[in-house]
């Protein structure tokens, strides 16, 4: 079965770390590329970072530049989300997701995660 399953969500004080993961299984990992998008309640899906797949080349989002790291084992099939310096604003549910084209990765990807909850108190 072809899926992604991410853990790692949870509460935090703002100031705080989270570690996200994204297992993938079912298709050759290292044939797609795979981002991290977040939704939070009443906004759009916001695309936040993505790490390519042939180059390892990492991409953020002003929003999380210099406090989120994202990087991959392809030993494991996963993918992290290191979140430092957490803020009020970074709640959301948040996904991963994966394709094969890094620029379809930013549009429309093929597969898509069920999503873990980060929620950061004031």
């Known amino acids: 079965e072809v899926q992604l399953v991410e853990s790692g969500g949870g509460l935090v004080q703002a100031g705080g770390s989270l570690r996200l993961s994204c297992v993938a299984s079912g298709f050759t990992f290292d044939d797609y590329a795979i981002g991290w998008f977040r939704q939070a309640p009443g906004k759009e899906r916001e695309g936040i970072s993505c790490i390519s797949k042939s180059d390892a080349n990492t991409f953020y989002a002003d929003s999380v530049n210099g406090r989120f790291t994202i990087s991959n084992d392809s030993a494991k099939n996963t993918v992290y989300l290191q979140m430092n310096k957490l803020k009020p604003e970074d709640t959301a549910v948040y996904y991963c997701?994966?394709?094969?084209?890094?620029?379809?990765?930013?549009?429309?990807?093929?597969?898509w995660g069920q999503g873990t909850q980060v929620t950061v108190a004031s």
């Open positions: 997701a994966a394709d094969p084209s890094i620029v379809k990765l930013t549009t429309a990807p093929s597969l």
